[in-house]
């Protein structure tokens, strides 16, 4: 089948700093990657879209300045998350397709928590 | 444009009886459907999706979903509950333009009463 891993699963850090995010395609290579970001209780709600190579396209609302995207290669997206603020604490979670596949598939997740 | 609702925020049945989470879509082109379950404190996971293949699609744990394009509908059912079935469900839509971006309703909350 087709693994999408996140690293880390869960991040504690203070308000301020920035913390980084991977999503890596183990088994496929993913032309393209989808980050979301899920607040307690509610549903995934997308924030930008990466094609490997090119700039993330981000939906209405989010700040690209904030949560940079970056997908260099075809099995490896990085979400970092800068001047984190304790509303930014969230659990993010990023899928993955790829040409010939029939649906995105999905990391487990990883917590941030900002203090 | 896509979308998906989801009627009921929240589903409460007794174990043994029957399941059925409502979801309807919309979409500009035709969908890839799917439904997942979320333990709390979980990632997401796979119930079952439709891909314009059958219509009546079987999933994992004796789930199933009808897909019904007059009704722009893709319900979800079980014949029997199970405490272990309590979870959040999320209905979700895509389509192989963009990339199978896939959007997701607000969800359902399951509670399985003993």
């Known amino acids: 089948g087709a693994v999408v891993s996140q690293h880390p699963s869960w991040v504690i850090c203070k308000s301020g700093t920035s913390v980084k995010i991977e999503c890596r395609s183990l088994?496929?290579?993913?032309?393209?990657m989808f980050w979301y970001r899920q607040f307690p209780k509610q549903s995934l709600m997308l924030m930008a879209t990466?094609?490997?190579?090119?700039?993330?396209?981000?939906e209405q609302g989010v700040e690209k300045d904030k949560f940079l995207i970056n997908h260099a290669s075809l099995t490896l997206s990085t979400l970092t998350v800068t001047s984190a603020h304790p509303e930014d604490s969230s659990f993010y979670i990023c899928s993955a397709s790829s040409t010939g596949r029939t649906e995105a598939f999905f990391g487990q997740g990883t917590r941030l928590t900002v203090v | 444009a896509q979308s998906v609702t989801q009627l009921g925020s929240h589903v409460s049945v007794s174990e043994g009886a029957l399941v059925l989470l409502r979801c309807n879509y919309s979409?500009?082109?035709?969908?890839?459907l799917f439904w997942y379950v979320q333990y709390p404190n979980q990632g997401l996971q796979l119930l079952l999706k439709y891909t314009s293949a059958a219509t009546l699609v079987k999933g994992i744990n004796g789930f199933e979903a009808e897909f019904k394009k007059s009704e722009t509908s893709f319900h979800l059912t079980k014949p029997s509950a199970h405490m272990s079935d309590a979870a959040e469900y999320f209905c979700a839509v895509s389509s192989d333009t963009g990339g199978f971006k896939t959007i997701f309703g607000a969800g359902t909350r399951l509670f399985v009463k003993a």
């Open positions: 990466s094609n490997e190579g090119s700039k993330a396209t981000y």
């Open positions: 979409s500009s082109v035709p969908p890839y």
């Open positions: 088994d496929f290579q993913a032309t393209t």
